[in-house]
């Protein structure tokens, strides 16, 4: 089958670029190994302070019935597994699809945390647990205990508490210099106030409560309470780590320690827990496998999460005619994905020749990811913007 | 497990359809995955491992990490996560368990 645009990734990045290449004439089709439209979208829910409740599954839903509206092929349960020049996109049911252009919209996925007994079942990403939670409506457990504070974490924490979950802590991952960012209270001190600075909502407020507790700032982590401070009623421990997670069959208990004013654990302080279930959350990566295989260029940048496709102001990776939007290009939240899949999809309708005053419209597309990003509720990496500018510099170096 | 009222989401109005697992019949809802299915049915062992026989469930949740392979109707490594039920669906955990 022959298209102008094969969009690979069903998330809100793909369908925003899909719905706006296809409501300018394109022939567009969409690809996604999901059975279900939405990408990370499916397990969002938060409150927004001017708009109310953001039900992920909802902006899902409205998105794919555009899609089907505008008669873009959708193909789900279908996995890309390799792309050949210009362009022919291989899925792993052996369908091809050839198209002049191509945009890769897959996401983000999640690093790990490998703590000991992180394998038993019952012990599971973040992210799973949001999915299992907030989509299929199904409690990960009923006694809950998180390694890993993060944005995801604490907004994961407070959808399962919401459900009726006990979630009875979230806790530091156990110290060792390869997770040092993460699991040294210091460091998480100084992470969590950059959070609630950058975030001028009530979305991180909670940040706000612990950091912007004069106190604390002064004094630094080495007093923050071992019980540690409740948000939204459950306790966020910064001075405590889970070592290790026991069960024979499942996730039956944890071992929990009190972290010195160096990071390191006492070890005479070491506790048993029980619960059912342990959410792991290492942070996010751009998953960019598929760019690398259709031999983009990359650039490693920290503040974006890892390593992403180089890619111009208008979305274009090196290779001509592989677009690319959305987490992918760096990790952030939905709108911003959706952003610049609009941007994406616009650019792709120009090069077909389907705009009229096209330079126009894409710069307006290009304002609106700006302006989205500003409003952005969710701070993931907090010096974003630093990692934005560095994206657009490593490009112009390269031309 | 089943979250059948939530304070934001509403009530859950999905269709009850059945399922088995291991040659037992569970309950599922029309929509969900293999892995929300059985979970809600407390069931969390999806497979063992092949050298040590140890027990794997979920992980990523995503399709990404290969933990919850199952057999469904015959076809092995099946993922449970991305992977939506069907009305008499069968499906067996993979690999052997500890005797
Ligand atoms: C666990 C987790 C939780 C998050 N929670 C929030 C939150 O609460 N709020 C928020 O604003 N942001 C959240 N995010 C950030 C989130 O990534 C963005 O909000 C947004 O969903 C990114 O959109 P996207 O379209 O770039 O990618 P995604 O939404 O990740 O969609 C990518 C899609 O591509 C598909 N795909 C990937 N590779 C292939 C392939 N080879 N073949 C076929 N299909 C493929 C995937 O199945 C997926 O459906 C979260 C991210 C993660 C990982
Ligand atoms: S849980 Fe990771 S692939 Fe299914």
Same mark, same amino acid.
């Given at each position: ?28 089709? +969409?690809?996604? %190994? ?11 829910? *938060? ?24 008669? +873009?092929? *959708? ?37 790990? =945390? ?37 944005? /995801? ?8 508490? /919401? ?7 979230? *806790? ?19 992470? /969590? ?30 007093? *923050? ?19 290790? =997670? ?19 654990? %006492? ?63 760096? +990790? ?45 509720? +969710? ?21 | ?35 929300? $299915? ?41 993922? $449970? ?19």
């Amino acid at each position: 089958m022959k298209y102008d645009l094969v969009v690979i990734g069903a998330g809100p990045a793909g369908m925003s670029a899909a719905i706006k290449a296809a409501s300018h004439g394109a022939t567009v089709a +969409i690809v996604d %190994e999901n059975p279900a439209a939405g990408g990370k979208l499916l397990g969002q829910l *938060y409150k927004e302070p001017k708009t109310g409740w953001w039900i992920g599954r909802e902006v899902a839903k409205s998105l794919e019935e555009k899609v089907k509206r505008l008669g +873009i092929d *959708y193909f789900p349960e279908n996995e890309v597994w390799a792309i050949f020049p210009q362009w022919k996109v291989l899925l792993n049911h052996g369908e091809e699809l050839h198209t002049d252009y191509i945009l890769l919209a897959t996401g983000a996925a999640e690093k790990a =945390i490998p703590v000991p007994g992180w394998t038993i079942p019952g012990v599971m990403s973040i992210g799973a647990a949001q999915v299992l939670n907030n989509f299929h409506r199904v409690n990960p457990g009923k006694r809950i205990a998180i390694i890993g504070i993060d944005a /995801l974490s604490l907004t994961v924490a407070n959808e399962l508490k /919401l459900s009726g979950a006990q979630v009875i802590g979230i *806790y530091l991952p156990p110290p060792d210099d390869f997770l040092d960012r993460i699991s040294n209270p210091q460091q998480m001190i100084a992470y /969590l106030s950059s959070l609630a600075d950058a975030a001028p909502n009530h979305f991180l407020k909670f940040a706000g409560k612990v950091t912007q507790n004069e106190f604390i700032q002064k004094v630094s982590a080495a007093f *923050y309470p071992y019980r540690g401070m409740k948000i939204w009623g459950i306790p966020l421990f910064l001075r405590k780590s889970i070592l290790e =997670i026991e069960g024979d069959k499942q996730a039956e208990q944890i071992k929990i320690a009190k972290i010195s004013r160096d990071g390191l654990p %006492e070890m005479e302080s070491v506790k048993t827990i029980q619960v059912d279930c342990v959410c792991i959350s290492g942070g996010l990566y751009p998953l960019s496998e598929l760019a690398s295989a259709a031999g983009c260029e990359f650039a490693y940048i920290n503040e974006l999460g890892g390593h992403i496709p180089l890619h111009s102001q208008e979305m274009e990776t090196t290779q001509t005619g592989i677009f690319v939007a959305g987490n992918i290009t760096g +990790i952030e939240g939905a709108k911003i994905a959706m952003a610049q899949g609009e941007l994406a999809g616009t650019v792709v309708s120009d090069r077909l020749g389907l705009l009229k005053s096209g330079t126009a419209i894409i710069k307006k597309a290009q304002a609106r990811v700006e302006k989205a990003r500003e409003n952005a509720l +969710i701070k993931f990496q907090p010096d974003i913007e630093k990692g934005r500018e560095l994206a657009v510099q490593f490009w112009d170096e390269r031309t | 497990m089943r979250i059948k009222k939530h304070p934001i989401l509403g009530k859950l109005e999905e269709k009850e359809i059945n399922i088995t697992f291991n040659g037992r019949e569970f309950a599922a809802l029309e929509g969900e995955s293999i892995a929300a $299915a059985l979970l809600a049915n407390h069931i969390r062992i999806l497979s063992y491992t092949e050298k040590r026989q140890e027990p794997r469930g979920i992980y990523c949740g995503i399709g990404h990490c290969y933990e919850c392979r199952v057999t469904v109707d015959g076809e092995r490594s099946v993922r $449970a996560c991305i992977t939506t039920v069907k009305d008499g669906m069968r499906i067996e955990s993979q690999g052997e368990s500890p005797k």
